[in-house]
Structure formats: C-alpha cells, structure tokens
C-alpha cells in the first residue's frame, strides 16, 4: 500500500500538473471505485491537490474528489508523452491507457487525462461536500509529521494500549500516514521490539520511536517514497526509497548496526522485518 511518502510524493507531482485546470468530463468504468454523481463534475476548475493522513484531496470550485488508494491504487496524468503519478507499481505505469485496471477517467480541457487504475478493486474516488470531507478526515489522528504528534500526545495514547508496538503505531486512529515499510524501519531505528506491548514503553523510548519514526518519513519523502518493484525506475512516477531501506525487504541480510540476520514474522497479516539482537526486548 502507499504510505505517507509515496501519497506526499504523488500530490507533489500532480499539484504542479491539475491546478487550475478544468474538467471536461468523466468517465467511471467500475461503479464501486466511484461514490457521487460524476455528472456534477463538468466544468469545475481544479483548485488545489493535497494530502491528508493516506489520502489524496483534490479540492474543486466546488466540492472535493477524495481519493484513497489502497493496495493497488494509482493516479496517473498523460500529457501527450509525459506521464507523472504513481501508486501501486504495476505495469500501468508504462503500457497503453486505460487498461484493465482503469477504473476511472477524468479527461481535462486543456488535453491532459488523468486515470485512476486499481488492480484488486479497494480503492475509491469519491465526491465529497465541505461537510462530508471534514466528516472523513475526522476519522485521522494527526499525520506523524504534524507538530501536533509529540511525545507526551503518545505516551498518553500508548498507556490504553496492550497490543504490539508495531501494530499500534500503524493505527491511523493513532497516529496517521505510517505503514509497514516505514514501521519496520522506523522500529528497528529506534531499537524496538515490534512486539513490545505499546503500553510498556518508556517515555524516552517512545521519544526515540517518534523521532525515528519521523526520520524515516522525511527520508521517504525526499526520495519520492519507494518502488519495491520492476518499474522502479520510471521517470515521472517512482521513488528511491527501497534504495535505503534499513531492515524492511531484507530477510536474511546482515543488519547494518550488528551483522546479525534480519529476520521476518508475520504481524497483524503483514511482514514485520527486524533484528532480533539490535530490537531485542532485553535493552
């Protein structure tokens, strides 16, 4: 799934390419990646691309499109030639549009079409009011970035939880914008056992997680996020993050501190990468 890196990164891109263009019109070919009345959307003028937390906003004149990418989601604008987005990295991003995967199309005035793919069908744009998106976005926590997450904000949520560290920390309700790449990292940064219930963690330990934590995000933007995959050199559309990487990906890899192997486990249905001597619940 894109995390806070690869979204920041997409809004980025596509920011400088949408505002203050016009869509002309749209076009849904999968009724459960689109929620509203498409139809409203002619004529209105882009105004701004932002993120919040995970998702894409895409403030109109009037109304806002919400766009949340899930697992396999991509937003991609072609301009001719030139294509800029990204998302999930499959072969979308380099063959012929709309493909399979095209769930919906927004053409704009000036030329320029802007596809949503999403290949197992999780992810969704939606129509939303003023009312209706601050509804939504009041489902976050605070972005992990956001000055409002500080030590003491998390000590406070980590004391009423009994679940593992690694799980907490992925909880949007929590804090937002962090997945699993940069959980792994960020954990293993901070020298933290992912399965050490959050609640058991010190104060200068949690200050060391969220410093760690915020480390890993901003690195992850600067790089444009990751492309764990064979289309990661795509100009336009990938990342360098997966060049860094610091445990996740690295199953049986020496750890960069110790030398120790890393090591995988399954976590709440995902992979948790760790060093178990580095991470070790015993420091």
């Known amino acids: 799934m894109p995390e806070l890196p690869e979204v920041e990164t997409i809004v980025t891109r596509l920011k400088s390419e949408l505002v203050n263009e016009v869509i002309q019109k749209i076009e849904v070919r999968r ?28 403030d109109l004149e009037k109304d806002h499109l919400l766009v949340h990418l899930k697992m396999t989601g991509q937003l991609i604008l072609v301009d001719g030639k030139t294509r800029v987005g990204g998302g999930h990295p499959t072969a979308d991003w380099v063959k012929s549009l709309p493909s399979s995967h095209t769930r919906v199309i927004i053409w704009l005035k000036s030329g320029k079409v802007l596809y949503f793919n999403d290949q197992r069908v999780f992810g969704w744009v939606r129509l939303m009011s003023d009312e209706e998106l601050a509804l939504e976005l009041e489902k976050y926590a605070p972005d992990i970035i956001d000055p409002l997450i500080t030590s003491d904000y998390l000590f406070e949520k980590l004391q009423k939880r009994s679940s593992a560290i690694k799980l907490v920390v992925l909880d949007s309700k929590v804090v937002a914008g962090i997945g699993n790449i940069y959980a792994c990292d960020g954990l293993f940064l901070a020298g933290i056992d992912p399965q050490k219930p959050a609640r058991d963690l010190r104060i200068n330990q949690i200050k060391k997680l969220l410093d760690s934590l915020r480390v890993v995000i901003n690195r992850g933007i600067k790089l444009g996020g990751a492309t764990i995959d064979t289309y990661r050199n795509v100009d336009g559309l990938s990342g360098g993050y997966q060049d860094v990487v610091l445990v996740y990906g690295k199953e049986g890899q020496p750890c960069p501190t110790c030398g120790a192997k890393i090591e995988r486990f399954k976590q709440g249905g995902r992979s948790t990468l760790w060093c178990p001597f580095c991470q070790s619940q015993k420091k």
Not at 47 to 54: E, G, I
């Open 31 to 58: 009724e459960k990646s689109f929620g509203g009345d498409c139809k409203k959307l002619a004529g209105r003028k882009i105004l701004n691309v932002r993120r919040r937390a995970k998702l894409i906003v895409i």
